[in-house]
């Protein structure tokens, strides 16, 4: 499969024209930055910068759809490098001071609005060297330059600890502001800073911290649930871990691990490369400690969320210790393709070279690479990552290396540029030994041919090199398929297409059999496969497998050349013998005998008791929440006897500890139920016997304690009543919630204190209630006396008095009066009629 990715698709429709500035960077020694931009060869225009730079940026800064390069330099000034109308950088920046002290590294982690007002702001990251000690509380500094109106800048700094800390941001609560995550080391601690409207807390919103190496990636919705989660690295056992987002808040419980890489050091990448939805991993190995000199790159390609390959699917070469990768569309061919920096030796169009190098791998087909660039570019040397992003307004993203310059590498392709062709002759075959002399052809569309590349592990050499044409010469070192591929590269870094030729050297001897006779053991009912490859060496290991002699009852198939997989019947067993043939390309012919000994099928395991007791169609047991519940199994086993026989209890609930074929439940608070486990014991041969267990956890809830404070017995009318209850509490340590009720009237919910107003003189019955979640209630009764009016000294007065039984007294006498005057009238009423008589 490798072999088959030395094949490129042509680059007759891309081409990358470099730009190089000459900037040192080299600490602590700096020069202005420099900046060359070229067309052809022929400098159209250039910009310096005069003081010392440090990072790099490119963003749109003032919103006019142009991307401005941002510069640190100094360490004390931001400069910003507006892209003009012309699509040319201003050579006069927009200078910030930064004012920084005690820095060595600088970054630039974010620009973006961060207070919703429309305007990009930017985020700078400082450090200074941990042998460094005169300010220890300030040795990482976060800066955010808030963008005011006429491109001003509001600063603000934040100082986050004295160990090495990085930052990143992201919407980790999805409220469309963007946070920031910082993530620190010794210890390991992830802290989590919400954004309110572009305002940040002095402490944390939330904190992680991990007992092992581990460091964060990257920030990205990897599950693909509408929240953002963190992807992480553990270097001791190599893991890439992703920290799930669970309605905006990180737990250290919800951390899964997802991949086992190859190395524990090296650049972790995560980009959506392929035309699914799903996010793809690439790492790098960047040759540190054990591991100096490594030229290998891993990609996994996701076969859906969270799922991949144990092994990568692709290993490419880049050259020497890959550092930095970025990933776009290159050349516009709608595919992700691949730029990775990288330092060493590399090989540039077949030459060795020495130093720091750019490679590009372009993605040909969905998912689909050669295991060497496609491009290469020479670089003097860099201090600080990659940088990508269209500077010049083209459509297409160019690259920025920081490195003893400035190097920014404008690409266009013009329809009326050809890149070169390759011819080569057809394959063809020798005999070994041999010394092969391959022509190769090539045609000159626009620039001439100056390099020349070629990929063949016996290293051809190249000769007789004319204007059209040269021949590649080499001895094969062993019998086999030689793939040769060859592309010419013309002075506009134009590159053909690869084309291959494939050269076929037969050996001189036949196949060998390492092993005549092959015993395989299997139970009755199962299946195997056998591997012929490792019992016969062939010089071009190009070999092939048939049967012979088959056996009636067993099914052989080939799954691969070489591998063939055994199915026999259910009830057959005992000795079989099966003869194979091998073959290689030149007709030479071995034979191999394998002999299968099917041995007959186990027998079953039974569970015969739990805890003592046979259980017959299901069991029951209860504790009380606190408890511990233990089942122990009895399980009679007649293979046993065999060497090597385990059984394995196992549990569907998994709140059961296992202990061999015993059970252990500690019941909590979120176990009250009732549950219906199974349990299974299984032997080594995959036989296993169940039993169904009912278990009932019962709840045990104290109810609340409740203390108020502040009841009176007796008040005024007018006098408002405040009463606590904040110290009550639960026994059981859950939330309470408290209620009240006046005179048997509703119930009505309060916090943890409330203040009342009686509407009226009189005895007031008042009820308190305090409820816990589950049921537990404690309640007290008050009984207030209010009187009517304001009474001085808090006691009755003898005015008090006197008024009170006035108001008792009155009414009594009005009525009295009344009746009395009603006799007389109807007595002199009646006297008068008596008269007129």
């Known amino acids: 499969m490798m072999a088959s990715l030395s094949v490129s698709r042509s680059l007759s429709t891309s081409i990358?024209?470099?730009?190089?500035?000459?900037?040192?960077?080299?600490?602590?020694?700096?020069t202005p930055t420099t900046a060359l931009i070229m067309d052809e060869g022929y400098i159209l225009d250039t910009f310096s910068s005069e003081n010392d730079s440090y990072a790099w940026k490119v963003a749109d800064i003032n919103n006019d759809g142009l991307n401005d390069l941002i510069v640190v330099e100094d360490f004390r000034t931001l400069c910003i490098y507006f892209q003009n109308e012309k699509h040319e950088l201003n050579s006069t920046p927009l200078r910030v001071a930064l004012n920084f002290q005690y820095v060595h590294i600088v970054r630039i982690p974010y620009t973006g609005d961060l207070n919703g007002d429309g305007r990009t702001d930017i985020a700078i990251l400082s450090s200074y060297p941990p042998f460094w000690h005169e300010k220890p509380t300030?040795?990482?500094?976060?800066?955010?330059?808030?963008?005011?109106?006429?491109?001003?800048?509001?600063?603000?700094?934040?100082?986050?600890?004295?160990?090495?800390?990085?930052?990143?941001?992201?919407?980790?609560?999805?409220?469309?502001?963007?946070?920031?995550?910082?993530?620190?080391?010794?210890?390991?601690?992830?802290?989590?800073?919400?954004?309110?409207?572009?305002?940040?807390?002095?402490?944390?919103?939330?904190?992680l911290t991990f007992n092992t190496t581990m460091f964060l990636d990257y920030v990205l919705d990897f599950d693909l649930d509408g929240w953002i989660d963190l992807m992480l690295f553990d270097t001791n056992i190599r893991t890439i871990y992703y920290l799930k987002n669970i309605d905006g808040v990180f737990k250290n419980e919800n951390l899964y691990p997802v991949l086992k890489t190859r190395?524990?050091?090296?650049?972790?990448?995560?980009?959506?490369?392929?035309?699914?939805?799903?996010?793809?991993?690439?790492?790098?190995?960047?040759?540190?400690?054990?591991?100096?000199?490594?030229?290998?790159?891993?990609?996994?390609?996701?076969?859906?969320?969270?799922?991949?390959?144990?092994?990568?699917?692709?290993?490419?070469?880049?050259?020497?210790?890959?550092?930095?990768?970025?990933?776009?569309?290159?050349?516009?061919?709608?595919?992700m393709d691949i730029a990775i920096l990288n330092w060493g030796t590399y090989y540039h169009c077949g030459v060795e070279g020495h130093g720091y190098n750019l490679t590009i791998f372009y993605q040909h087909g969905d998912g689909h690479f050669n295991v060497h660039p496609d491009l290469s570019l020479p670089v003097e040397h860099y201090t600080s990552p990659v940088e990508i992003g269209d500077l010049n307004h083209d459509g297409l993203d160019d690259i920025i290396v920081v490195e003893h310059n400035i190097t920014i590498y404008f690409q266009y392709w013009p329809e009326w540029k050809i890149p070169p062709n390759v011819t080569l002759p057809d394959d063809f075959s020798v005999e070994f030994p041999a010394r092969v002399s391959i022509k190769v052809r090539y045609e000159e569309n626009f620039g001439k041919v100056i390099k020349y590349q070629w990929v063949e592990d016996d290293g051809p050499q190249m000769l007789n090199v004319t204007e059209d044409s040269f021949y590649l010469n080499f001895t094969p070192s062993s019998p086999g398929v030689y793939r040769i591929s060859?592309?010419?590269?013309?002075?506009?870094?134009?590159?053909?297409?690869?084309?291959?030729?494939?050269?076929?050297?037969?050996?001189?001897?036949?196949?060998?059999?390492?092993?005549?006779?092959?015993?395989?053991?299997?139970?009755?009912?199962?299946?195997?496969?056998?591997?012929?490859?490792?019992?016969?060496?062939?010089?071009?290991?190009?070999?092939?497998?048939?049967?012979?002699?088959?056996?009636?009852?067993?099914?052989?198939?080939?799954?691969?050349?070489?591998?063939?997989?055994?199915?026999?019947?259910?009830?057959?067993?005992?000795?079989?013998?099966?003869?194979?043939?091998?073959?290689?390309?030149?007709?030479?012919?071995?034979?191999?005998?394998?002999?299968?000994?099917?041995?007959?099928?186990?027998?079953?395991?039974?569970?015969?008791?739990?805890?003592?007791?046979?259980?017959?169609?299901?069991?029951?047991?209860?504790?009380?929440?606190?408890?511990?519940?233990?089942?122990?199994?009895?399980?009679d086993d007649p293979d046993l006897k065999w060497e090597g026989d385990t059984l394995t209890l196992q549990a569907s609930w998994g709140r059961f500890r296992i202990d061999g074929l015993s059970a252990e439940l500690s019941a909590s608070q979120r176990d009250v139920g009732i549950h219906t486990v199974v349990f299974n014991v299984t032997d080594r041969f995959g036989l296993s016997d169940g039993?169904?267990?009912?278990?009932?956890?019962?709840?045990?809830?104290?109810?609340?304690?409740?203390?108020?404070?502040?009841?009176?017995?007796?008040?005024?009318?007018?006098?408002?009543?405040?009463?606590?209850?904040?110290?009550?509490?639960?026994?059981?340590?859950?939330?309470?919630?408290?209620?009240?009720?006046?005179?048997?009237?509703?119930?009505?919910?309060?916090?943890?204190?409330?203040?009342?107003?009686?509407?009226?003189?009189?005895?007031?019955?008042?009820?308190?209630?305090?409820?816990?979640?589950?049921?537990?209630?404690?309640?007290?009764?008050?009984?207030?006396?209010?009187?009517?009016?304001?009474?001085?000294?808090?006691?009755?007065?003898?005015?008090?008095?006197?008024?009170?039984?006035?108001?008792?007294?009155?009414?009594?006498?009005?009525?009295?009066?009344?009746?009395?005057?009603?006799?007389?009238?109807?007595?002199?009423?009646?006297?008068?009629?008596?008269?007129e008589e």
Not at 19 to 30: A, C, E, F, G, H
Not at 594 to 607: A, E, G, H, M
Request: proline letters at 6%; glycine letters at 8%; charged letters at 20%.
């Open 263 to 335: 190395y524990p050091f090296g650049g972790v990448y995560y980009c959506k490369i392929d035309s699914d939805d799903y996010w793809d991993i690439v790492q790098l190995n960047d040759g540190y400690g054990p591991y100096y000199n490594s030229n290998e790159t891993y990609l996994w390609f996701a076969k859906g969320p969270l799922l991949y390959n144990t092994q990568p699917d692709y290993i490419l070469h880049p050259g020497w210790n890959p550092d930095y990768a970025v990933f776009t569309d290159f050349n516009q061919d709608a595919r």
């Open 138 to 207: 300030q040795r990482r500094t976060l800066c955010i330059l808030y963008q005011q109106q006429n491109m001003t800048f509001s600063l603000y700094k934040y100082y986050v600890g004295e160990w090495e800390t990085t930052a990143q941001f992201g919407d980790v609560n999805n409220d469309g502001e963007d946070d920031i995550i910082f993530f620190k080391e010794n210890p390991y601690t992830i802290e989590v800073y919400l954004n309110r409207g572009g305002l940040f807390y002095d402490h944390p919103d939330e904190t």
């Open 691 to 835: 039993v169904k267990i009912t278990i009932e956890v019962i709840n045990v809830n104290d109810p609340p304690i409740l203390i108020v404070t502040g009841i009176k017995e007796r008040i005024n009318l007018s006098e408002p009543l405040t009463v606590h209850f904040n110290e009550s509490y639960d026994p059981d340590g859950d939330l309470l919630m408290f209620s009240l009720r006046i005179d048997n009237g509703s119930r009505m919910a309060v916090g943890d204190h409330f203040t009342l107003r009686f509407a009226s003189a009189g005895v007031h019955v008042l009820e308190i209630m305090a409820k816990d979640p589950y049921g537990g209630v404690s309640s007290a009764e008050y009984r207030i006396t209010v009187v009517g009016v304001v009474e001085a000294g808090g006691a009755d007065s003898g005015m008090n008095r006197v008024n009170r039984w006035a108001t008792i007294a009155i009414p009594f006498i009005v009525s009295a009066v009344l009746v009395c005057l009603l006799y007389i009238f109807f007595l002199k009423r009646r006297n008068s009629y008596r008269d």
């Open 16 to 30: 990358i024209i470099s730009l190089l500035s000459l900037v040192i960077l080299n600490y602590p020694y700096r």
């Open 486 to 635: 060859v592309r010419v590269e013309d002075e506009y870094h134009f590159q053909s297409e690869w084309n291959e030729i494939n050269v076929t050297v037969f050996p001189n001897k036949p196949p060998e059999v390492k092993e005549e006779y092959i015993l395989l053991q299997m139970e009755e009912g199962g299946s195997c496969r056998i591997n012929l490859t490792s019992a016969v060496w062939d010089p071009d290991e190009a070999l092939s497998f048939q049967i012979l002699k088959e056996v009636e009852g067993i099914l052989i198939s080939e799954e691969k050349p070489g591998v063939f997989s055994v199915l026999p019947e259910r009830d057959l067993n005992g000795m079989y013998n099966i003869t194979f043939l091998c073959e290689d390309p030149f007709s030479n012919t071995v034979f191999i005998n394998v002999t299968l000994n099917i041995t007959p099928i186990p027998d079953q395991p039974r569970i015969l008791t739990v805890n003592g007791k046979r259980i017959v169609g299901g069991g029951y047991f209860n504790i009380r929440e606190g408890e511990t519940l233990w089942l122990n199994f009895s399980v």
